[in-house]
C-alpha cells in the first residue's frame, strides 16, 4: 500500500519554463489524500516549488511539501517524462 497526496490535474503551464503548475488537491478545505495498492502508481514525478524572487525562511527539505502553495511539475529530470508530457 501507498499513502498519496493528490495534486491538481495538470492544465496550467508557467509561460517561460513551459512546465506544468499543479497545488495541492483539496476537499472540504482539507488536502485530499488516499492510500493506493502499489501497483495502481503509473509514475514518480520531481516537483519544484514555486517560491518568486524570494524563498521563505521557514522553509526546509522536510516542510516545503506541507508549506509552499504551488509547484512545477519539473519533466525536464526524466526524458521519458518529457515525452510523455509533451
Known amino acids: 500500500l501507498a499513502y498519496v497526496e493528490w495534486f491538481t490535474a ?3 503551464h508557467d509561460p517561460v519554463s513551459s512546465l506544468y503548475i499543479i497545488t495541492h488537491s483539496t476537499r472540504n478545505r482539507s488536502r485530499n489524500v488516499s ?13 519544484q516549488v514555486r517560491c518568486g524572487r524570494e524563498i521563505s525562511k521557514d522553509w526546509t527539505a522536510d516542510s516545503v ?3 509552499a502553495a504551488s509547484f512545477y511539475v519539473n519533466s525536464y529530470i526524466d526524458l521519458d517524462m518529457f515525452l ?3
Open 84 to 86: 510523455s508530457l509533451e
Open 10 to 12: 495538470l492544465q496550467q
Open 65 to 67: 511539501i506541507e508549506k
Open 35 to 47: 492510500v493506493i495498492s502499489v501497483d495502481r502508481i503509473i509514475r514518480p514525478c520531481h516537483l
